[in-house]
T-cell receptor
């Protein structure tokens, strides 16, 4: 069975602080894909990243970076120099294949960035 | 036009009513999904349509009935709902996962906030 755990329910930081959102997953598949989505107050989930299980290189996109550690089954997300606009709920998700047809989501982490 | 559009944005219905949620995507995708998002629960995948065929139905009560008339439109028909069905219902679309497909991430609508009274 697939499972995604986001242990941090809520995080509150002050603008310009760095913040890391944790994601731990469970799967018996040797091939799988991991995703991060952002859900701002408007409701829609916004896709941030997709990684496959064979690619453990860390990825950086602007102020966002992701650390994939297969040995600890973790796929953590760091926001550097956080901004108020980063306030949202962030979801980590797992799929046993490359598509979105069998996505399993974590419960999400609510991030509040205060000015 | 935004990528995935859901209507209505808010819906209040009685337990004996029949209503439908609508989702439309303008992204040329061939897979569409319904998710239920309740407070303090993970997003629950309800239904998946891939290439206009239903491929996933995760033990959803029969009071929820999906319909996918074509690859751009998805409906969720509701009847005799219970108060615990109150939630945010999210529609999403993506390219179906086929050999050679690279970008298969899902794009979501803003959801319909459903309240059952």
């Amino acid at each position: 069975a697939q499972k995604v755990t986001q242990a941090q329910t809520e995080i509150s930081v002050v603008e310009k602080e760095d913040v890391t959102l944790d994601c731990v997953y469970e799967t018996r598949d040797t091939t799988y894909y991991l995703f991060w989505y952002k859900q701002p107050p408007s409701g829609e989930l916004v896709f941030l990243i997709r990684r496959n299980s064979f690619d453990e290189q860390n990825e950086i996109s602007g102020r966002y970076s992701w650390n994939f550690q297969k040995s600890t089954s973790s796929f953590n997300f760091t926001i550097t120099a956080s901004q108020v606009v980063d306030s949202a709920v962030y979801f980590c998700a797992l799929s046993p294949q490359g598509g979105s047809e069998k996505l399993v989501f974590g419960k999400g982490t609510k991030l509040t960035v205060n000015p | 036009e935004t990528g995935v559009t859901q209507t209505p944005r808010h819906l209040v219905m009685g337990m004996t009513n029949k209503k439908s949620l609508k989702c439309e995507q303008h992204l040329g995708h061939n897979a569409m999904y319904w998710y239920k998002q309740s407070a303090k629960k993970p997003l629950e995948l309800m239904f998946v349509y891939s290439l206009e065929e239903r491929v996933e139905n995760n033990s959803v009560p029969s009071r929820f009935s999906p319909e996918c008339p074509n690859s751009s439109h998805l409906f969720l028909h509701l009847h005799t709902l219970q108060p615990e069905d109150s939630a945010l219902y999210l529609c999403a679309s993506s390219q179906a996962f086929l050999i050679g497909t690279t970008h298969t991430e899902a794009f979501f609508g803003q959801g319909t906030r459903l309240t059952v009274v």
